[in-house]
């Protein structure tokens, strides 16, 4: 019977490896921010700024991981954040209408997005070239529109659908964060469980003989690159209800973070593998560094050197994980 239960264990742990070292990861992190600041870390008001900041580009992260497992990747995301926030916040001004002003939003997200895949696959541009240039693209595009002026949207705090998005539930947990965890729960159902996300890691690992078993790689890039628009999108709204404020600099600072938290999620720069529960692991981890950080008596300064330390240690263990397998 022991000779049974071994296997699965052992079964168990090295399918569930990769997330589990992120998992240590996370563990060893809040201990060292607990011993050196208790008074922050065991008190609630510290996780629920957390909470509230986590989807501005948690749910990016979680969208991301299917472009990262296709092998391909998407650097034009933050600005589509940018264009899209500028879409919902002239559109709530000019109708006074959220559901107006969402579907604007969802639609310049869907719309970014299907120009990236399509320059990818149709046009044959690589991803990196294509999406760097899109990325000057939109955010150059919001910048002339606004002519480098904010968009107040003050008056959205008395919208009921504004509560919906960014309220209280129970008046503990912010409501952004109740959207990330089923953004998350749906996004890693459709990962694993899905065929399309069967699809995204075929392509990922072989995307020729994906062609050969008859699965339309186009098809499934381009809804890739679609979906992570529409994602983008719907981040950028919980960010300007919670801040009722749009700059044209908007999803700037998201690119790095964004990327960290798939990479330290563990799932593959070369794409066929990939972990959604890393990734939400990952970006529990980026969301809570600076904070930390800073309670614990360091500087911000320290904040972009930790980064890059735990994306090469995440992307180190990764490989070494993998030249043992083979």
Known sequence: MAGAVAPMGEHWTRRYRVPLSTATMLVVLYILFIVGQPRVYLAYDIYRSFMVSIPFFGVMAMSLTFIVTLGEVDLSFP????LAGLG?????????????AFLACLVIGGIGGLINGLLVTKVGIPSIVATIGTMFLWRGLTVVLTQGKGVP?????????NKVFVGQLFGLVPMQF???L??????GLVYRRHRFGGHVLFVGDNAESARMMGINVDRVKILCFVQLGLFSSLSVVFLLNQMLYFWDTTGDGYLLTTLAAVFIGGTSVFGGKGTMIGTFIGVLIIASLEPGIIAVGLTGFWTQFIYGLLVTLSVTIYALMQRKRA
């Not at 600005?79 to 940018?82: K, L, R, T």
């Open 153 to 161: 949207l003050a008056q959205i705090v008395d919208d009921p659908l």
């Open 88 to 100: 919902f916040a002239e559109t709530y001004l000019a109708t006074q209408s959220f559901a107006l």
């Open 182 to 187: 089923v953004c998350s729960a749906g996004l």
């Open 178 to 180: 109740v959207w990330f």
């Open 79 to 82: 600005s589509i954040y940018g």
